[in-house]
C-alpha cells in the first residue's frame, strides 16, 4: 500500500502532465491504469485531492459538475521554489564568508592538491 | 548579593567577548570537533546565565542576601523594601533580556518548522524514494544537490540527479555517510539554538560568528563520520563537488578553492590529527565548569540557605 505521500505524488504527476484539468474520476480511472496500485476509492482520492488543494498545490474548477482539478503552478516553478529554499540560503552563507575570504597559501595549495590526487 | 552581581557581570562580559572571539579564532577546533562544540554550547549558555544572573541579582539585592531569599521576601512583603531606581532598571532588565532570549527561541524554532513543512511537501511531490535506501529521496534537477531534511520522527536525505551523475561512486557514499551522520547526530537542534541566539542578538557580531563557527563545526563532525566508510582523497574531492555549486559542470580548480570553510574542511582531512585524549578531557571539563560557575553563583548561596 503506497503511503499518503506517494499518492499525492501520483495524483500531481498526473495533472502536471495533463493538459486539461480533471475530474477525481478520470484520476481514478488513471491510477488504476498502473498495475502495481491496487484499486482505489473515489472517496479517497476526492481526499487527498482536498488535502493537496488546501496545500495550494491543486486548483478545483466548480463550475462543473463533477469538480475539475488542475495543478496550481507548474512542476518546474515548484522545483525551483525548493531550489531557491536550498541554494539561496548556500548563498547567503556565501556572502557572509565572502568577507574572512582569504587567499590559500602555496603551501594550503600543494597540500589540497596532494590530497585530492589521492 | 552586589558582589555576586559583579562576578556574574564580569563573566558575562567575559564570554560575550574575549572567550568566543578567542575560540573563533583558535585553530584546535578543527581537531576536535566535537568538543569545540561542547564549548561552544557551554559558553552561549553561560553567557546567557551570567548576563541575566547579574541583573537579577543585582535588582534583587535590597530585599536579602541571597536570591532565592530575596525573591521570598519579594514574594512575601510585595513591594514594601526601599528600591532603588538602578535596582528597578536590573530587575526590569533581567526579566526583558531572559523573555526576549526565549521569546526568541520558540519563533525560530515556529518559523524554521513552518518553512521545514512546506518544504518537506515540496521534496514529497517532487523526488522519489531511492529503492535501496528508505531514508533517502531522488530529487530529478541537475543542480548538484545533498542536504538532509530533519523532522521531529523521521529525516530524509536529499539527493539530486546532478549530484549523482557528478559523482563516482564512492564519492557518493562519502556524501551519504556525510548526510547520515547530520541525521542521527541531530545537528539540527544545535544549529537553531545558535540561529535563535543570532537571531535575538542582530547588533552583536560574536553571535553571528558562533553560528558560523558551529556551523562549520557540524560539517566537520559530518566529515569525521564519513571519514570512517571512504578514505580522505575521496572525501574531500566530494566536499569540494557539492560545496562548489557555482561551477557544477567543471571539475573546478584544486588550488584556487577560496571559499574559507571548504578550504578547511579539506585541508584537516590531511593535517589534522585529533586532540589527545586528556586535551578532550580537559575541554569538556571546562565546558562543565563555564555553566557550573555562574548556576553556583546564582543558586548557591540561596539553597545553602535554605538548608
Known amino acids: 500500500m503506497a503511503s499518503l505521500g506517494e499518492l499525492e505524488r501520483a495524483i500531481m504527476d498526473l495533472l502536471w502532465s495533463s493538459d486539461t484539468a480533471l475530474s477525481a474520476y478520470d484520476l481514478q480511472e488513471r491510477l488504476a491504469a498502473d498495475e502495481s496500485r491496487k484499486q482505489l476509492a473515489a472517496t479517497t482520492v476526492l481526499t487527498v485531492l482536498s488535502r493537496l488543494e488546501n496545500k495550494g498545490f491543486v486548483a478545483r474548477e466548480r463550475s462543473s459538475r463533477p469538480h475539475r482539478y488542475s495543478a496550481a503552478a507548474t512542476r518546474e516553478e515548484h522545483m525551483a521554489e525548493l531550489m531557491h529554499d536550498v541554494l539561496g540560503s548556500a548563498s547567503n552563507r556565501t556572502a557572509v564568508l565572502e568577507r574572512f575570504i582569504g587567499q590559500v597559501s602555496p603551501e594550503e595549495a600543494d597540500a589540497l592538491r596532494r590530497l585530492l590526487a589521492g | ?307
Open chain 2, 1 to 307: 548579593m552586589e558582589v555576586t552581581s559583579a562576578a556574574l557581570a564580569v563573566l558575562a562580559v567575559a564570554l560575550a567577548w574575549p572567550v568566543p572571539l578567542w575560540l573563533g579564532r583558535a585553530s584546535w577546533p578543527s581537531r576536535s570537533p566535537a568538543a569545540a562544540l561542547l564549548l561552544w554550547q557551554a559558553i552561549a549558555l553561560a553567557g546567557g546565565l551570567s548576563m541575566i544572573g547579574a541583573l537579577l541579582t543585582f535588582g534583587l539585592a535590597p530585599y536579602g542576601d541571597d536570591l532565592i531569599g530575596a525573591g521570598l521576601a519579594l514574594l512575601a512583603t510585595g513591594f514594601d523594601a526601599p528600591v532603588f531606581f538602578w535596582h528597578v532598571i536590573a530587575a526590569c532588565g533581567a526579566v526583558f533580556l531572559g523573555g526576549h532570549l526565549l521569546l526568541n527561541l520558540a519563533l525560530t524554532v515556529w518559523r524554521s518548522e513552518v518553512q521545514r513543512r512546506r518544504h518537506a511537501q515540496l521534496v514529497r511531490l517532487l523526488s522519489s524514494p531511492l529503492p535501496d535506501n528508505p531514508g533517502a529521496r531522488l530529487l530529478d534537477t541537475p543542480a548538484p544537490v545533498a542536504y538532509c531534511l530533519p523532522g521531529p520522527l523521521t529525516s530524509v536525505t536529499v539527493f539530486s540527479a546532478g549530484l549523482v551523475s557528478l559523482l563516482s561512486g564512492d564519492e557518493l557514499q562519502a556524501v551519504i555517510e556525510h548526510e547520515k551522520a547530520h541525521v542521527t547526530q541531530r545537528h539540527d537542534i544545535v544549529l537553531i539554538a545558535f540561529r535563535a541566539w543570532n537571531a535575538s542578538l542582530p547588533w552583536f557580531p560574536i553571535a553571528s560568528r558562533a553560528e558560523r563557527a558551529v556551523g562549520r563545526l557540524v560539517e566537520m563532525l559530518a566529515d569525521d563520520q564519513a571519514r570512517r566508510v571512504v578514505v580522505p582523497a575521496v572525501l574531500g574531492r566530494a566536499i569540494v563537488l557539492v560545496g562548489a555549486t557555482d561551477a557544477p559542470e567543471a571539475r573546478p580548480d584544486w588550488g584556487r578553492l577560496t571559499n574559507d570553510d571548504l578550504r578547511a574542511r579539506v585541508i584537516r582531512l590531511d593535517r589534522d590529527a585529533p586532540l589527545t585524549r586528556s586535551a578532550t578531557a580537559l575541554v569538556a571539563a571546562a565546558a562543565v565548569a563555564l555553566v557550573l560557575v555562574p548556576t553556583v553563583l546564582i543558586l548557591g548561596p540561596g539553597v545553602a540557605g535554605l538548608l
